[in-house]
């Protein structure tokens, strides 16, 4: 069981608390969404959560059955995607899964071509991923995220930039595979966090 605590956390940026302290206990097969206006730290806050930024505040934790996992290995445990994550342009989208699945447990025994299908990209296997359009890009690394199988899975700004289609299929999917899993997610838009807790964040002045 994968538990994530968090106790009085603030985040500062400029000497400038982003978002009042925050405390929460998360765990296997439950879900949260923050929430929260533009620059209100949502993204930080998520990168807090994925142990890649230290909070100036407070306390954050990661466990596993019932042991503290370090920091520096938590990447073991998460799976994770936001619309700024870099891809290399050079691969072709087969490259790019047998990558990343080489790397990550996936949930599909056929990681390259199940992912492709479930995401609907399954003729661009060949293509280089420096011809995908936007929207293809941010399915895709959406998807690897989604599709990896670790008990954390965070998700910032998930259906940003699809089409309607597009963002329902996407919806489809995280609801399908989150499983048992510990999901965060966030977002400004009513659909992606409508089924979920909320964390709204506020200014912390």
Not at 79 to 96: I, K, N, R, V
Not at 116 to 132: M, N, R, T, V
Not at 142 to 160: N, Q, R, S
């Amino acid at each position: 069981m994968f538990k994530l605590q968090a106790t009085s956390l603030a985040i500062h940026f400029h000497q400038k608390r982003l978002f009042y302290p925050i405390s929460l206990n998360l765990s296997q097969g439950q879900a949260i969404a923050v929430i929260g206006p533009n620059g209100s730290g949502k993204t930080s806050l998520l990168r807090a959560f994925c142990g890649q930024l230290r909070p100036q505040e407070g306390t954050l934790s990661w466990f596993h059955q019932d042991k503290p996992i370090e920091p520096e290995n938590l990447y073991k445990y998460l799976s994770w995607a936001g619309p700024y994550l870099d891809l290399f342009a050079e691969l072709t989208l087969a490259q790019q899964l047998k990558i990343h699945f080489s790397l990550k447990p996936c949930v599909f025994k056929d990681p390259v071509r199940d992912c492709a299908e479930a995401l609907k990209l399954s003729e661009h296997l060949s293509k280089p991923l420096k011809h995908f359009s936007s929207g293809m890009l941010h399915r895709l690394k959406m998807g690897m995220a989604i599709f990896t199988d670790t008990p954390l899975l965070v998700l910032d700004e998930p259906t940003a930039t699809l089409d309607e289609t597009q963002k329902n299929n996407l919806l489809n999917l995280i609801q399908a595979y989150r499983n048992d899993r510990c999901l965060i997610l966030a977002s400004n838009i009513e659909d992606e966090y409508k089924h979920f807790d909320c964390l709204e964040l506020k200014g912390g002045g």
